[in-house]
């Protein structure tokens, strides 16, 4: 078998394009990536492009290692993680004791300083909610929905309800408001003309 040696000046070119693939998975038929880098997706048309600006849009290879600055994060850069280790990720950030179980916003914090991967926050708020423990332990921080009844009435002028109506055209008396009474029960309705809609009229009126 033969060997033959490659010089780094050819291999350099080829480290993004393998590292790229191997993060967004294989160019498909319509010649189109299937995941993201950034906000716009790659086509074979662009690729070129594209690889030669990925570092412009945060991304940075040390050492064989790809890392992503972030707006987010100011104080280190985030560690590129693939598809096959985002599982393991949010296992060692929400799923074991020391993780507490977060929400999806607590998780996202804590895997956000050190990681980044497209999509990361859906796929954390995902993994949140399918969470077993979660949905088994975590109580909900929603109030108990109220009981909604229909009153019963036992006799007539039990319960009253009141209300206003108006400013109207003063009458010769110089009133221009309607006092409402009605009987919740046999919904009778009272109407009582007052000058002004003031407690004390309205006792008055009662009396």
Same mark, same amino acid.
């Given at each position: 078998?033969?060997?033959?040696?490659?010089?780094?000046?050819?291999?350099?070119?080829?480290?993004?394009?393998?590292?790229?693939?191997?993060?967004?998975?294989?160019?498909?038929?319509?010649?189109?990536?299937?995941?993201?880098?950034?906000?716009?997706?790659?086509?074979?048309?662009? *690729?070129?492009?594209?690889?030669? &600006?990925?570092?412009?849009? @945060?991304? /940075?290879?040390?050492?064989?290692?790809?890392? =992503?600055?972030?707006?987010?994060?100011?104080?280190?850069?985030?560690?590129?993680?693939?598809?096959?280790?985002?599982?393991?990720?949010?296992?060692?950030?929400?799923?074991?004791?020391?993780?507490?179980?977060?929400?999806?916003?607590?998780?996202?914090?804590?895997?956000?300083?050190?990681?980044?991967?497209?999509?990361?926050?859906?796929?954390?708020?995902?993994?949140?909610?399918?969470?077993?423990?979660? *949905?088994?332990?975590?109580?909900? &921080?929603?109030?108990?929905? @109220?009981? /909604?009844?229909?009153?019963?009435?036992?006799? =007539?002028?039990?319960?009253?309800?009141?209300?206003?109506?108006?400013?109207?055209?003063?009458?010769?008396?110089?009133?221009?408001?309607?006092?409402?009474?009605?009987?919740?029960?046999?919904?009778?309705?009272?109407?009582?003309?007052?000058?002004?809609?003031?407690?004390?009229?309205?006792?008055?009126?009662?009396?």
């Amino acid at each position: 078998m033969r060997s033959c040696r490659i010089s780094k000046q050819v291999l350099a070119p080829l480290v993004d394009t393998v590292m790229v693939m191997w993060l967004l998975g294989p160019i498909s038929d319509d010649g189109s990536y299937p995941g993201k880098m950034g906000d716009r997706p790659m086509s074979r048309s662009s *690729k070129d492009e594209n690889f030669a &600006n990925w570092t412009n849009r @945060g991304y /940075l290879m040390n050492q064989g290692i790809l890392y =992503r600055y972030s707006p987010e994060v100011e104080t280190e850069a985030q560690l590129v993680v693939t598809v096959q280790e985002r599982e393991r990720v949010l296992q060692q950030h929400h799923d074991v004791p020391t993780a507490g179980h977060y929400g999806a916003e607590g998780t996202y914090k804590k895997v956000a300083s050190r990681y980044y991967f497209p999509g990361m926050r859906k796929y954390i708020a995902e993994y949140v909610k399918n969470c077993p423990d979660c *949905k088994r332990c975590k109580p909900s &921080n929603q109030k108990p929905t @109220g009981l /909604l009844r229909t009153p019963v009435y036992v006799q =007539r002028f039990e319960t009253l309800a009141f209300d206003f109506f108006g400013p109207l055209p003063e009458t010769s008396s110089d009133k221009k408001k309607i006092f409402l009474v009605d009987d919740t029960n046999t919904k009778w309705v009272e109407f009582f003309a007052l000058k002004e809609a003031t407690s004390v009229n309205c006792a008055k009126t009662l009396d």
